[in-house]
């Protein structure tokens, strides 16, 4: 789908929560680009769908059903991209969820899940490629914080706790890989995707939609994915923020 000489083409890209917003605009790309990709998401029918519809196109796709809650299926995700490719070149780490609220409300189950999901998977996702990655002596993994890993806003507490740790692993990874791996965090503001969808508490999710009136397409986060991963080796773009230029906070 795209020329030899594109330092995308034939690269090993895993994307978890494919299967729709940031994660399928960065894998039509990536596509586009020659990238061998392993979609990763909870939803079988629109991730199968995503994977036939770029191998209609031309891509080399294979998807798998994973929680990147659950270890082992982060696992046999990775597993499953080393079989199929023979190797694992760039990880974006995607899923994830923002049910936002005040503190008050006391969501602690909402806390809880998004401390699995924005936490520990990313986390998991890095325990299930780092292995690959020091073998073949190359590789990126790029994390998907926001610009509220940068930045606390009334009703997020948490939801910004879990970006900041995600920010913060981001830069770990980066100053312990050393000169071969490397580490990307990505922070988009308001952008179009289904994430505001999981609140639940009515005076954040008003606050939220007026936020993301906003909002721009999910292709100018998949485009910042692209130009961090097109780099030459020795270069490492830690950090990207992005936001709509009419987004105030």
Request: net charge negative; with cysteine.
């Amino acid at each position: 789908m795209s020329n030899t000489n594109d330092p995308i083409n034939s690269k090993v890209v895993i994307i978890t929560g494919a299967s729709s917003g940031l994660g399928e605009a960065t894998a039509r790309r990536l596509a586009a680009r020659g990238a061998r990709l392993v979609l990763a998401a909870r939803r079988e029918d629109r991730l199968s769908k995503l994977a036939e519809d770029l191998k209609a196109e031309g891509a080399e796709a294979i998807w798998q059903v994973t929680d990147v809650t659950d270890r082992n299926q982060v696992e046999s995700l990775a597993a499953a991209a080393k079989e199929a490719f023979g190797r694992i070149d760039v990880l974006i780490n995607n899923a994830g969820l923002m049910p936002l609220a005040p503190l008050d409300a006391l969501k602690v189950d909402e806390w809880d899940q998004m401390v699995d999901v924005n936490i520990k998977g990313v986390m998991y996702g890095i325990a299930a490629v780092l292995p690959t990655m020091r073998e073949q002596h190359s590789g990126h993994v790029i994390n998907l914080s926001s610009v509220a890993g940068h930045k606390l806003f009334p009703g997020a507490a948490v939801y910004c706790a879990t970006k900041y740790a995600v920010k913060a692993l981001s830069e770990g990874l980066r100053m312990e890989a050393g000169d071969e791996i490397r580490s990307t965090n990505i922070s988009p503001g308001a952008i179009a995707t289904e994430l505001t969808s999981t609140i639940t508490d009515p005076d954040a999710k008003q606050a939220a939609d007026e936020l993301y009136k906003v909002a721009i397409d999910s292709d100018a986060v998949a485009r910042a994915i692209v130009y961090a991963i097109e780099q030459p080796a020795d270069v490492d773009i830690n950090e990207i923020i992005l936001r709509p230029t009419a987004q105030e906070l």
